[in-house]
């Protein structure tokens, strides 16, 4: 195969900010995140879990959703309100362009 028998929807570059964070909750759970900061999410940032590969574009907003960081990352409930509870500190709200 060659890249002209691909059928593109998107395809763009943009410049980034990432943060790397590692931190241990007050549950003594260990959390290894890359936070991306990116135009492209109308304000949401995207947060992978770099133990398990798990990804979820998220903001303030989500975190308010009951069940969408056990769902995201696949964690338990007590994890979610830790991993929740530091997101609220580094998250901002959504935007949507009009």
């Known amino acids: ?3 002209k028998d691909y059928d593109f929807l998107s395809d763009s570059t943009e410049a980034t900010s990432t943060r790397f964070v590692t ?11 890359a936070i991306l900061t990116t135009n492209r999410f109308y304000g949401k940032k995207l947060v992978i879990d770099l133990q398990s590969g798990r990804s979820g ?3 303030a907003d989500d975190l ?14 007590e994890e979610a309100a830790e991993l929740s509870a530091f997101l609220t ?3 901002g709200e ?3 362009a009009d």
């Open 64 to 77: 308010e959703e009951e069940g969408v960081i056990e769902a995201v990352f696949r964690i338990g409930e």
């Open 23 to 33: 931190f241990v909750s007050p549950g003594l759970r260990r959390f290894d995140l």
């Open 94 to 96: 959504a935007y949507f």
């Open 57 to 59: 574009v998220l903001a």
């Open 89 to 91: 500190m580094v998250l």
């Open 1 to 3: 195969m060659q890249l």
